[in-house]
């Protein structure tokens, strides 16, 4: 459904094709704007998660930014902030982020520059050892289990790449 065209004309003269509908947003992220290649590296990280919701610390720790440093928090914000307003991200709530099962599945095959699909699964498998050994250490799993979902697609996926982060 990403990929496929519609043969028939539009009568609305609306794009048909879904992917195409999402590349409309994801083009305008520039490539030259710090924030918005962090966005498209946040975007395509969101692939890598289970499709629940997912915590803006643990998202912004896939790629080495520290929950507690002010500047980090801010970088991280403004590139959520990016992503919200291109309607390619949504924050619930309970201020966790939802990205559809859809966009998931687009931002998988949107790998942003000077990074491979490995390198990317590894820092969000790297991110998710942290936070597990970090909670377990606390001895108080409450942002564990919020984040149980996470951990165990972590595990199935890893387990898949034959990677050593799997046990």
């Known amino acids: 459904s990403l990929v496929d065209f519609v043969t028939d004309p ?14 409309v947003s994801y083009e305008k992220l520039d490539e030259d704007d ?6 498209m ?19 912004g720790m896939t790629v080495g930014l520290d929950p507690e440093d ?23 709530g309970d201020g966790r982020l ?4 859809l966009l998931r599945e687009f931002a998988l095959h949107h790998i942003p520059p000077d990074v491979t699909a490995d390198e990317c699964a590894d820092l969000f498998e790297r991110a998710i050892y942290d936070l597990a050994n970090k909670e377990h250490r606390s001895c ?28």
């Open 41 to 59: 590296v946040l975007f395509h990280m969101v692939s890598h998660f289970a499709p629940t919701s997912i915590s803006r610390a643990l998202l």
């Open 98 to 101: 939802s990205v559809h099962r």
């Open 70 to 92: 002010p500047v980090d928090r801010k970088a991280r914000a403004d590139a959520i902030k990016r992503l919200e307003l291109l309607g390619l991200m949504r924050e619930e």
């Open 140 to 167: 108080l799993p409450a942002k564990l289990a919020a984040e149980i979902e996470h951990l165990r697609h972590a595990a199935h996926v890893a387990d898949g790449r034959k990677s050593a982060s799997a046990g």
């Open 10 to 23: 539009s009568p609305t003269q609306h794009i048909q094709n879904i992917a195409a509908t999402f590349e």
């Open 34 to 39: 710090e924030t918005d290649v962090l966005a």
